[in-house]
């Protein structure tokens, strides 16, 4: 197996660097500026040299390059080197390749150019009380009246609604339709209106980043629904995919052990350094097998594009096995951090831009269980390796819920 990227693509990392060398981490005045914006000004630049929003048009603010996976991923390993903002956040980062294949031009034009900078702030309405890992349960109804839709209900665990300017979600529209994946439409709605309460849920660590967003008679024009109405459900299915690809890469698993590994280095524990700790010592490399494995089933996903072959489920491996690493790196940070450590200030506002959120090794621990829930959870995708991979019988709750009385 030969994993070298060849000159050709050597070339061009080096290019990446130098450009990532001169324009990041901003300088000057720029490096004044709130941090959103700061990194809304370099993807203008990065984009501009075709880095970022490489699958977006240029008509709608992208890039518009051809496809070829060994640059993107040459971009991915090296803007994580620099530290450099490379996804607008979650649910923008989800958005933006729905939008390009399901949206309608005037959509594309509309809402593109500022996704793709960062610059237009989303979330996301999925969730509810009722429809979680059974989304297909959502209750929230969107109803046709004199030209706009008017929307009645409730979303839960909305990621940022209380900074976003918009919110697409998953709503209602023909609750007489037959099975509950029918009837559901994908819509983008403005949160800047009466009729739409953000109710912010504090987490165990004192952050506010989630919320309960409550719908009564909110409007948004009869042309905002993205795909066809009642074809919702196959529109989240792409955005869907998209988060669960993004969650837990093998570049953000790599970077993390790094930073484990330099802990170790530097934390002292009963007297010398916690790397020389036997016990510490096992338990590193242990996570270093981990950490290699999803390296190498991200070079296998990465193949497979290259190849133009389907990945398969190697996307959801690699979420569910990610995400388990990131817990098991995020415990032994917690164990050997130094003291005053705890004390470390806790940034959400960075997983917006990109950067890697925790300084504070227990709201890292925190967060290492959260992003396991985030985009389905573990026991979601083991259901789906299960049944759609190795072929087992379908999930027997799901199974007698369906059964006839
Ligand atoms: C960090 C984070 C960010 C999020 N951001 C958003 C957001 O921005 N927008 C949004 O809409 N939602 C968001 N969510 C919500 C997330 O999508 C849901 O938490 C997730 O889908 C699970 O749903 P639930 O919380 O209702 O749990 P439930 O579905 O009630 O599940 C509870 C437990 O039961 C298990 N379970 C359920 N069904 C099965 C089954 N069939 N087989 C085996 N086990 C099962 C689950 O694995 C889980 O352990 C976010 C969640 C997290 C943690």
């Known amino acids: 197996m030969d994993l070298r990227y060849g000159p050709e693509y050597e070339r061009f990392r080096q290019e990446v660097r130098e450009f990532l060398a001169e324009t990041w981490p901003l300088s000057g005045e720029e490096a004044k500026l709130e941090r959103v914006q700061q990194s809304a000004r370099f993807r203008k630049r990065a984009i501009a040299r075709g880095y970022l929003a490489r699958a977006v048009p240029r008509a709608y603010g992208g890039s518009e390059q051809p496809p070829d996976v060994l640059r993107a991923s040459i971009i991915r390993e090296e803007f994580a080197r620099a530290g450099a903002p490379l996804d607008v956040g979650a649910p923008a980062a989800q958005l933006i390749p729905t939008l390009v294949a399901h949206g309608t031009e005037e959509q594309k034009r509309a809402y593109l150019p500022g996704t ?21 349960s959502v ?190 790196m995020a415990r032994l940070g917690l164990e050997i951090s130094a003291e005053g450590a705890l004390d470390a200030p806790y940034h959400h506002a960075e997983m917006l831009t990109g950067g890697s959120g925790e300084a504070n090794p227990v709201a890292r621990f925190l967060h290492s269980l959260s992003i396991r829930a985030g985009g389905g959870t573990s026991n979601i995708q083991r259901n789906i390796i299960g049944e759609r991979g190795l072929g087992l019988p379908r999930d027997f709750a799901v199974q007698k819920r369906k059964a006839p009385a």
């Open 116 to 136: 793709v900078t960062g610059e237009l702030l989303w979330c996301q309405g999925y969730s509810e009380p009722g429809a979680g890992s059974d989304l297909a």
């Open 139 to 328: 209750q929230t109804r969107a109803e046709l009246v004199d030209g706009e839709w008017v929307i009645h209900g409730q979303k839960i665990w909305t990621s940022y609604a209380h900074w976003a300017e918009m919110i697409y979600m998953l709503v209602r529209t023909e609750p007489a339709a037959a099975g509950k994946h029918a009837g559901l439409s994908y819509l983008l709605v403005d949160m800047q209106q009466p009729g739409i309460d953000v109710r912010p849920l504090k987490s165990l660590n004192g952050d506010s980043h989630f919320n309960e967003v409550f719908f009564d008679g909110a409007r948004a024009p009869a042309d905002r629904i993205v795909g066809r109405r009642g074809q919702g459900w196959n529109v989240s299915r792409s955005t869907l995919q998209a988060e669960r690809n993004a969650v837990a890469t093998a570049d953000t698993t790599l970077k993390q052990f790094s930073e484990l590994l330099e802990l170790a280095k530097s934390t002292r524990r009963n007297g010398r350094p916690a790397i020389e700790d036997p016990a510490v010592r096992q338990r590193l490399v242990e996570i270093e097998g981990y950490v290699t494995s999803h390296e190498y089933s991200s070079h296998r996903q990465l193949t497979c594009a290259a190849r133009g072959e389907s990945p398969g489920l190697i996307g959801t491996m690699n979420k569910l096995v990610g995400t388990d690493i990131a817990t098991r």
